[in-house]
């Protein structure tokens, strides 16, 4: 059976360069082309102390050739907001499926890709967070919500690294929509200064500092006592794993949908 080509846009950040030699150790996968800002024209496995890989870091500007001439089947992307809002449909319209890793997309932004998924008939995984212990982190803030119902108040925190550019972290948006969505609709609130009653509301905290990977602590808090759902990652490793394995399953998905990581996971 042919390998399925996976491309990298970030491919020489934190995540970009961790998911590169996961791709090299996992079978039925093989790096296809890789895009980044940095280091245009070298080898990224140079780039990034891999060892040459003879695939050369592209400028996302030539994305849709590069993706064309290296047969590319899958584009992941760990960047910035406003990168994944060009590259993605760029991709799309090359009919090249879709990992999204990138954290701090508009609804707008968000509508654009999946339009662009629908139009151009390939899949995509948009997804906060590709560790499988937060996909089960999820289901439990669900059924929290479910069975703790409307008189309990919710606050969320998380903690991430002093590179983070933004705030607060997808994980921490994606736990409040869950939240709201199974409580019939709450108000976010973002950190609290003067007088500020509590409403309907679930306040959300980010805090930022040193090399924490990524915190996330739930607070279901009722008169007389509290749950707390906590989360931590150790290592960055816990979403390369979920992110290549959504990579090598969304060439296998019905095309013209945008998929989740509790899609992957299911
Ligand atoms: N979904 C998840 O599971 C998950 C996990 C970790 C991080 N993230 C998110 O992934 C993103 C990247 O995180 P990181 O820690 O690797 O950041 P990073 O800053 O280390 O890496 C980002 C890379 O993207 C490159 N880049 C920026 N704009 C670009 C453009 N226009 N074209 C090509 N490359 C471009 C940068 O040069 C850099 O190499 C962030 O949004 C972060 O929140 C998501």
Not at 189 to 198: I, K, L, M, Y
Not at 199 to 214: C, K, L, T
Not at 215 to 228: K, L, Q
Not at 241 to 251: D, L, Q, Y
Request: hydrophobic share 45%; with cysteine.
């Amino acid at each position: 059976m042919s390998k399925t080509r996976v491309a990298l846009v970030g491919a020489c950040g934190k995540m970009g360069a961790l998911i590169i030699r996961r791709l090299l150790a996992t079978e039925g996968v093989a790096l296809s082309a890789a895009f980044d800002l940095v280091n245009v024209g070298k080898d990224v496995g140079e780039a990034i102390g891999a060892g040459k890989l003879n695939v050369p870091v592209s400028d996302s500007k030539d994305l849709q050739s590069v993706l064309r001439e290296t047969k590319t089947d899958v584009l992941v992307d760990f960047t910035i907001a406003s990168a994944t809002a060009a590259n993605a449909p760029a991709a799309a319209a090359a009919g090249v499926n879709l990992i999204i890793g990138t954290t701090g997309l508009t609804a707008e932004q968000k509508t654009n890709i999946t339009e662009a998924v629908i139009k151009n008939n390939v899949a995509a995984v948009i997804s906060s967070n590709y560790s499988i212990g937060v996909g089960v982190f999820f289901k439990l803030i669900k059924d929290a919500a479910k069975y703790l119902g409307d008189d309990y108040d919710v606050e969320i925190i998380e903690a991430h690294h002093n590179q983070k550019k933004d705030a607060p972290s997808g994980t921490a948006m994606t736990a409040a929509e869950i939240i709201s969505k199974e409580m019939g609709g709450r108000e976010f609130v973002f950190g609290r200064e003067g007088v500020c009653p509590r409403g309907r509301e679930i306040g959300i905290h980010a805090v930022r500092g040193g090399d924490i990977i990524g915190d996330h602590t739930v607070m279901f808090v009722g008169n007389s006592e509290r749950i707390e759902l906590h989360h931590q990652a150790h290592s960055r490793e816990i979403f390369v794993g979920g992110a290549v394995m959504a990579a090598k399953w969304v060439v296998l998905q019905k095309k013209g949908i945008v998929y989740d990581m509790s899609d992957v996971l299911n």
